[in-house]
């Protein structure tokens, strides 16, 4: 199998060019036909060399989560948000922070809460049709805190106002308002 690995990369035939597939059919069909432990095997290995070398934490989180170990990811996804935040591309920011709150709620992570309130920044930013009453319900949720809480209901009020739900941002704000007389 070594060899012909070399052949496909000493004749070029279009498999493989500048260390890469030439095709994305040719990179499905060769992780395809990885067995499952050796592949999950050598994602860990490959995203702890990335990792070490400082190298994309998009790319090292993918490989993370291919490993079966997104755990090991939740680091990278953030700062792979915070890489895609600066640089301007807040939606792909989102796609990012979704995914590291999908494993810290899986996991009980309490970074949860900012994790979501992020994203749903993001999203406000980048596509406010994305946002829904569950969005802001697992914000809700999230929330651990009275301060959490507070942010949580503003947040939602912000949005109810925003699809034009005048009266449900009246009695967030009242609610909100009869929080903070109570602190």
Do not use: C
Not at 46 to 65: Q, S, T
Not at 131 to 144: H, I
């Amino acid at each position: 199998k070594h060899a012909s690995w070399l052949n496909m990369v000493e004749i070029e035939i279009g498999v493989l060019r500048d260390f890469a597939f030439a095709h994305d059919l040719v990179l499905e069909a060769t992780l395809g036909s990885i067995p499952a432990p050796i592949a999950a095997h050598s994602h860990a290995a490959i995203a702890a060399f990335l990792e070490a070398g400082g190298n994309a934490p998009a790319r090292v989180a993918a490989h993370w989560i291919a490993s079966g170990a997104p755990e090991r990811a939740r680091a990278a996804l953030h700062a792979a948000a915070e890489a895609a935040r600066r640089a301007m591309r807040r939606k792909e920011e989102a796609g990012f922070l979704a995914r590291a709150a999908q494993i810290e709620g899986a996991s009980g992570d309490p970074a949860l809460f900012e994790t979501l309130r992020a994203m749903i920044d993001a999203l406000w930013a980048s596509d406010r049709n994305a946002l829904d009453a569950a969005s802001y319900d697992r914000l809700e949720a999230a929330a651990s805190t009275p301060q959490q809480r507070g942010v949580a209901l503003a947040t939602r009020g912000v949005w109810a106002h925003e699809q034009g739900d005048v009266e449900e941002a009246k009695r967030l704000t009242g609610e909100l308002s009869a929080r903070e007389a109570k602190i």
